[in-house]
């Protein structure tokens, strides 16, 4: 794994004007990307993951704009770029899972016309070629019969292949790096590990770079081999996974961690977060996550803590780390 990120992000912001106010979805975002590695991006729904993903893409939707920060692959910014070099680099050295494959597989074209497309506006090459890949495509992604596959429509097919074609799209260009946006929550248990499996072994087969992004504890363990929490727009902390898990430093993490329920505990409560993730047109002052923290002091009303690095390639957003003994998922 090479040492050096072929994806960072520093600062981002990506807000939302809307009627009610400014949004502030993604507010100062930092993040790092090797060759290789899995990084997972957790965190509650509306913590900014998926806008940080579009902001990543450039296909933030209105009213969204990114006003701030760097994004930069593999030394270029993204940012900086026009609309049509982005074009060269989205889908091709940059692809996106989406969360739910039936919102952006065309219904009116069939399997293979989507596939060829994707394959011949990157590739120069013929309709037979890129036939022939999309056909090994779907068999690398374990869809069984992709001949016959190939000239269905997205409607004759299940959840759970659709999602491997959405996957089988992604790799069609052999980008470096994979943006996974939550791309098992529409699927029962079971489809889910096949696809987790899925996405494991493609990894180690592509040596592909990706970004996990979900809302399950547990996926992070499974699939990361480092992690970043965020609350209400902001990173909470950066480890690796086994870090995190073993000695949290942030008082959200912990609370993320207690929440995932435990065969070991079964007896016991499930611990739940108080309150709700804030309005990010009027987020708290101080620490976004203090109305909610049972670890909160004045400090943490009064100011917000800076992203401070604490070693070993750690990153915490907290005035109180230092004298907190956070519970761990070991412990718990």
């Known amino acids: 794994m090479s040492s050096d990120p072929i994806l960072r ?16 979805a993604v507010d100062g975002i930092d993040l790092q990307v090797k060759k290789g590695e899995t990084v997972g991006f957790v965190g509650e729904s509306g913590s900014g993951k998926t806008v940080t993903a579009q902001s990543i893409m450039r296909i933030v939707p209105t009213p969204g704009k ?4 760097t994004i930069e692959f593999e030394g270029r910014d993204l940012l900086a770029l026009t609309e049509s ?14 969360q739910d494959p039936t919102t952006t597989l065309d219904p009116v074209y069939s399997v293979g016309n989507q596939l060829t497309e994707v394959i011949m506006r990157h590739q120069p090459v013929s309709k037979k070629y890129a036939l022939a890949k999309a056909v090994e495509l779907l068999h690398s992604v374990g869809i069984a019969d992709p001949e016959i596959r190939i000239n ?8 759970g292949t659709k999602q491997r074609i959405a996957i089988a799209r992604a ?20 489809i889910q590990a096949q696809i987790l499996e899925l996405l494991k072994d493609l990894k180690q087969k592509f040596n592909v770079a990706m ?11 499974d699939t990361c081999d480092r992690v970043t929490v965020l ?13 995190v898990f073993e000695n949290p430093k942030h ?25 709700n993730v804030p309005n990010l047109i009027q987020p708290p002052s101080g620490c976004r996550f203090h109305p909610r923290c049972s670890y909160a002091k004045q400090v943490c009303i009064d100011k917000d803590p800076e992203l401070e690095s604490i070693g070993d390639g750690r990153l915490v957003h907290c005035h109180r780390w230092k004298e907190l003994d956070l519970k761990s998922a070991v412990a718990s």
């Open 9 to 24: 992000v520093h600062g981002l912001k990506t807000y939302f004007y809307t009627f009610a106010g400014v949004v502030k």
């Open 66 to 69: 990114t006003i701030g920060g």
């Open 85 to 98: 070099e982005m074009q060269h680099i989205r889908g091709k050295e940059i692809a996106y899972i989406p």
């Open 152 to 159: 269905q429509y997205p409607h004759e097919l299940s959840g």
């Open 171 to 190: 790799l069609s260009c052999n980008p470096s790096v994979i943006l996974a946006d939550e791309p098992t929550t529409a699927l029962d248990v079971t």
């Open 211 to 221: 970004v996990f992004i979900t809302h399950d504890m547990g996926i992070v363990a």
């Open 231 to 243: 609350y209400a727009g902001q990173v909470c902390e950066t480890g690796t996974t086994e870090q």
């Open 251 to 275: 008082p959200y993490t912990e609370a993320l961690l207690s929440s995932v329920p435990s065969l070991a505990l079964k007896k016991e409560k499930l611990s739940v977060i108080p309150g």
